[in-house]
Protein backbone atom coordinates (compact mmCIF):
# COMPACT_ATOMS: atom_id res chain seq x y z
CA UNK A 1 0.00 0.00 0.00
CA UNK A 2 1.86 3.15 -1.02
CA UNK A 3 2.21 5.91 1.57
CA UNK A 4 2.80 9.70 0.90
CA UNK A 5 4.32 11.88 3.71
CA UNK A 6 4.96 15.58 2.52
CA UNK A 7 7.49 17.88 4.64
CA UNK A 8 9.24 21.37 4.34
CA UNK A 9 6.06 23.49 4.32
CA UNK A 10 6.01 26.65 6.20
CA UNK A 11 5.82 30.33 6.55
CA UNK A 12 7.60 32.78 4.44
CA UNK A 13 7.74 36.39 3.69
CA UNK A 14 6.87 37.27 -0.19
CA UNK A 15 9.94 37.12 -2.28
CA UNK A 16 11.22 33.74 -0.45
CA UNK A 17 11.76 30.44 -1.15
CA UNK A 18 10.59 26.95 0.42
CA UNK A 19 11.59 23.59 -0.67
CA UNK A 20 8.77 20.64 -0.21
CA UNK A 21 9.92 16.87 0.17
CA UNK A 22 7.60 13.77 -0.61
CA UNK A 23 8.38 10.27 0.82
CA UNK A 24 7.17 7.22 -1.15
CA UNK A 25 7.32 4.22 0.33
CA UNK A 26 4.89 0.86 -0.31
CA UNK A 27 5.55 0.29 -4.15
CA UNK A 28 7.50 0.98 -6.76
CA UNK A 29 7.98 5.05 -7.01
CA UNK A 30 9.51 4.66 -10.73
CA UNK A 31 6.03 2.97 -11.94
CA UNK A 32 4.66 5.94 -10.61
CA UNK A 33 3.56 9.80 -11.94
CA UNK A 34 4.14 11.73 -9.34
CA UNK A 35 2.61 15.53 -8.44
CA UNK A 36 2.28 18.23 -6.26
CA UNK A 37 -0.89 20.00 -5.76
CA UNK A 38 -2.91 22.85 -3.42
CA UNK A 39 -5.74 24.22 -1.93
CA UNK A 40 -7.16 27.13 -0.07
CA UNK A 41 -10.13 26.52 1.76
CA UNK A 42 -12.13 29.13 -0.82
CA UNK A 43 -10.88 27.37 -4.03
CA UNK A 44 -10.60 23.95 -5.64
CA UNK A 45 -7.91 21.79 -5.31
CA UNK A 46 -5.24 23.15 -8.56
CA UNK A 47 -2.36 21.11 -10.46
CA UNK A 48 0.89 22.89 -9.19
CA UNK A 49 3.54 20.43 -11.34
CA UNK A 50 3.65 17.00 -12.08
CA UNK A 51 6.91 14.67 -12.99
CA UNK A 52 6.60 11.50 -15.22
CA UNK A 53 8.13 8.08 -15.11
CA UNK A 54 10.92 9.00 -17.59
CA UNK A 55 11.16 12.68 -16.01
CA UNK A 56 8.80 14.87 -18.25
CA UNK A 57 7.50 17.75 -15.97
CA UNK A 58 4.72 19.95 -16.36
CA UNK A 59 3.55 22.99 -14.78
CA UNK A 60 0.35 25.24 -13.75
CA UNK A 61 0.72 28.94 -15.55
CA UNK A 62 0.74 30.30 -12.51
CA UNK A 63 3.95 29.00 -11.23
CA UNK A 64 5.91 27.97 -14.11
CA UNK A 65 9.83 29.72 -14.27
CA UNK A 66 9.13 30.13 -10.10
CA UNK A 67 8.54 26.36 -9.44
CA UNK A 68 10.54 23.41 -10.44
CA UNK A 69 9.37 19.81 -9.79
CA UNK A 70 12.13 16.86 -9.44
CA UNK A 71 12.22 13.27 -8.36
CA UNK A 72 14.71 10.57 -7.01
CA UNK A 73 13.98 6.96 -8.20
CA UNK A 74 16.46 5.50 -6.17
CA UNK A 75 15.42 8.10 -2.75
CA UNK A 76 11.90 7.59 -3.46
CA UNK A 77 11.29 11.08 -2.90
CA UNK A 78 9.87 14.15 -5.06
CA UNK A 79 10.59 17.76 -4.40
CA UNK A 80 9.25 20.96 -4.96
CA UNK A 81 11.39 24.07 -5.14
CA UNK A 82 9.38 27.19 -5.06
CA UNK A 83 11.04 30.14 -4.93
CA UNK A 84 10.09 33.67 -5.89
CA UNK A 85 6.75 33.10 -3.21
CA UNK A 86 3.65 35.25 -3.95
CA UNK A 87 0.93 35.67 -1.01
CA UNK A 88 -1.13 33.66 -3.67
CA UNK A 89 1.11 31.10 -3.33
CA UNK A 90 -0.37 30.07 -0.10
CA UNK A 91 -2.30 26.79 0.31
CA UNK A 92 -2.02 23.27 1.50
CA UNK A 93 0.65 21.22 -0.73
CA UNK A 94 -0.72 17.36 -1.38
CA UNK A 95 1.88 15.19 -3.21
CA UNK A 96 -0.25 12.97 -5.51
CA UNK A 97 1.30 9.54 -6.71
CA UNK A 98 -0.89 7.99 -9.60
CA UNK A 99 -0.42 4.90 -11.38
CA UNK A 100 -3.52 3.38 -13.43
CA UNK A 101 -6.78 3.35 -11.45
CA UNK A 102 -4.08 4.05 -8.38
CA UNK A 103 -4.51 8.05 -7.37
CA UNK A 104 -3.06 8.29 -4.02
CA UNK A 105 -2.18 11.58 -1.92
CA UNK A 106 -0.66 12.81 1.25
CA UNK A 107 -1.99 14.53 4.16
CA UNK A 108 -0.87 17.54 2.94
CA UNK A 109 1.88 20.42 4.43
CA UNK A 110 1.01 24.22 4.76
CA UNK A 111 2.82 26.73 2.72
CA UNK A 112 1.99 30.74 4.05
CA UNK A 113 3.71 33.21 2.30
CA UNK A 114 2.72 36.66 3.91
CA UNK A 115 4.80 39.96 4.79
Known amino acids: QVHLVESGGGSVQPGGSLRLSCAFS????????MGWYRQDPMKQRELVAQITRSGDTNYAGSVKGRFTISRDNAKKTVVLEMTSLKPEDTAVYYC?????????WGRGTQVTVSP
Open 96 to 104: NAKFRVEDI
Open 26 to 33: GSIFSLYV
